[in-house]
């Protein structure tokens, strides 16, 4: 197939509303529920496996994205914001009379569920900010009245919670004040609490993940002793620790539990690919079954409380997520569906792990995607930077990389010093290294990408959100001649207004944030020298930023300003503010028209395909 064959994939397919999403089987297994869209919005829809569902919620605007079944299997709980503020709340529907209620009807709370267990089905612990807006305190609720009472309360410094499997509050994960992390524990729940586990701030993150069958032990998460994040026993009483799993390099990323036992019976390892590592001999089988559904990553989405129906989502590089429902007792896989069936009548690109040297000697890790049909040498590339930037990019069909790579782009996506799961020395070599070595290792990806012929180095421009866009703004001001153009969605642009802004139930993490970032007081003129708005003087390549008004982490200012300051300094900026979206853009019809017009910038300044817009997708009302 040459470039010039290769049809374009509307952008609806690759960046609307999936089909079908995020399937969950009820507790009892009688069930399916999961997301689709009802007149473009997505909703909780229900039906028996494998059989016709229908809709359950009624979200008009928003749509849902994240949502639970309750223990008794009748009904559902859901969280929803308001235009992207994060003040979450948490709705339960009926799933027979699709009677909603909100469980937690208080303004300006962030809500989050914390704990439920199948022998109380009537009750469930959510996390609400609603006593300090500073602090998250735990509820316990009757999910049958609707009754809140407070359970647990915050003494101030800590930041999560853990229930055990009688659903008591027993574990308190604090923030110590120079960043650093206590474990602390109690053996009932009005006993006092102790101190259990510390460590410093140049640990990787951690913590309790739950407790053993027999509420003795901990199942915990720490890099204390070792490079990487490992897996450990902990008993309670004596501290008595043994390693369950270990990687020199990389971080335990996903632990398998028995849904109903709470038993440890597998954990994952995100490298190149997620890879799993077996822990209970009576999973060995289903693995292997599962291993000839396809060559994807198998992630484990949810089991029935007898295990013997499991949701099972295989990903890609190079086709859309699909969802099977796996039986135990036969050992039978049947596909329940894929989330963009769509996409399957497309050649999508491979996506492929890569590795390089920084310039310090540092070895970097990420992902080189590259258009189907075209010979890959001097092609446009985008590099495309993570947010967080305590994140990583992992392999799998990525809908950005997939639109950019069709439009004719390298995508290199690289986990830079400071990304997680490689453990914690590159962890900490991104400790106060925003704008400086984090994005030395950009530039360096950069020249590794020319060095192989991909591209050329005119002919790179750089993209990203929240940190990915902070970066974007760097490329632009601090390395002004490295690229063509940049597109920065909700990423910050003065260091000092973001850590004054935060929100107020991020209070836990400032000690984290000084460690990693530096301190406001102490700081100023470091974090001043690593801001882009002071070098917005220096910017000479086209710039595309998108805010949505109701950022609760990277508020409307950070766009503000520097957009004011290239204008006044006479520098073009094209400026989209979406008045509905928060930290990103939830809503698909805003969506769609955010990677309209970023298509068509990238068009204008990098060369690549471009898909006129349809009507519903032009985006001249929301330039500002």
Not at 79 to 87: A, R, V, Y
Not at 348 to 370: E, F, N, V
Not at 489 to 503: C, D, E, H, Q, R
Request: one cysteine or more.
């Amino acid at each position: 197939m040459t470039y010039s064959a290769v049809p374009l994939i509307p952008r609806a397919v690759l960046l609307g509303n999936p089909e079908k999403t995020s399937p969950q089987i009820s507790p009892d297994g009688t069930r399916l529920a999961y997301l689709a869209p009802v007149e473009g919005v997505l909703n909780v829809w229900i039906g028996a496996v494998g059989e016709e569902a229908h809709a359950v919620t009624e979200d008009g605007k928003r749509g849902i994205r994240m949502f639970l079944w309750q223990q008794d299997s009748r009904h559902i709980l859901y969280l929803q914001d308001k235009d992207g503020d994060e003040n979450w709340h948490i709705y339960q529907t009926d799933i027979e009379t699709r009677a909603t209620r909100d469980l937690t009807p208080y303004p300006c709370v962030h809500a989050q569920v914390l704990a439920s267990e199948p022998a109380f089905p009537d009750q469930i612990l959510f996390a609400l900010n609603l006593r300090d807006p500073h602090l998250h305190d735990v509820y316990r609720v009757n999910l049958t009245t609707g009754e809140v009472t407070l359970d647990t309360e915050n003494p101030g410094d800590v930041m999560g919670w853990t229930a055990d499997n009688a659903l008591q509050v027993r574990a308190a994960q604090a923030v110590l004040p120079d960043g650093g992390t206590e474990i602390r524990l109690r053996d009932t729940q009005d006993g006092s609490w102790r101190p259990f586990q510390s460590w410093g701030a140049d640990e990787t993150f951690g913590g309790v993940i739950g407790f053993t069958p027999d509420n003795r032990s901990v199942w915990l998460i720490s890099s204390v002793g070792a490079n990487a994040a490992r897996l450990l026993e902990v008993e309670v009483a004596t501290g008595q620790t043994k390693v369950v799993a270990e990687d020199p390099q990389y971080d335990v990323s996903e632990v398998l539990l028995h849904p109903r036992t709470h038993a440890l019976q597998a954990v994952a390892f995100l490298r190149a690919r997620l890879e799993w590592t077996l822990l209970a001999p009576e999973l060995e089988s289903d693995f292997a079954a599962l291993r000839e559904v396809g060559n994807g990553d198998l992630y484990i989405a949810t089991r029935n409380l007898d295990d013997t129906v499991w949701i099972v989502a295989l990903s890609g590089d190079d086709g859309p997520i699909v969802y099977f429902a796996y039986h135990r007792p036969e050992q039978k896989a049947t596909r329940l569906f894929s989330a963009r069936p769509a996409l399957e009548h497309y050649t999508l690109a491979k996506m492929q792990p890569i590795s390089y040297t920084a310039r310090d000697g540092m070895t970097l890790y990420g992902y080189l995607t590259l258009p189907v049909g075209v010979e890959p040498k001097n092609l446009p590339l985008v590099l495309l930077v993570h947010g967080g930037p305590w994140y990583r990019d992992s392999w799998g069909c990525d809908s950005s990389s997939q639109h950019l790579a069709n439009r004719g782009y390298a995508v290199l996506q690289i986990n830079f010093r400071g990304s997680v799961g490689y453990g914690k020395a590159y962890l900490n070599a991104g400790d106060r290294e925003w704008a400086g070595k984090m994005h030395d290792d950009l530039i360096d990806g950069k020249r590794w990408a020319v060095a192989q012929g991909v591209t050329t180095p005119d002919r790179v421009a750089i993209m990203g959100g929240s940190y990915g866009g902070f970066a974007t703004l760097v490329g632009l001001t601090l390395t002004p001649e490295e690229f063509v153009c940049g597109v920065d969605m909700v990423g910050p642009s003065n260091l000092i207004t973001l850590l004054k802004s935060l929100p107020p139930y991020w209070a836990t993490m400032i000690a984290i944030m000084t460690r990693r970032l530096g301190s406001v007081e102490a700081d100023a003129e470091f974090l001043k020298a690593r801001s882009p708005l002071f070098f917005a003087d220096r910017i000479i390549a086209p710039l595309l930023i998108a805010q949505g008004a109701n950022d609760p982490r990277v508020t409307q200012i950070e766009s503000d300003q520097i957009v004011e300051a290239m204008r006044k300094n006479g520098k073009p900026v094209d400026y989209l503010l979406f008045p509905d979206e928060g930290h990103g853009f939830a809503r698909p019809e805003n969506r769609l028209k955010f990677y309209a017009a970023a298509e068509d910038f990238l068009a204008r300044y990098l060369g690549g395909r471009n898909e006129p817009p349809a009507p519903e997708e032009r985006w001249d009302a929301f330039l500002k």
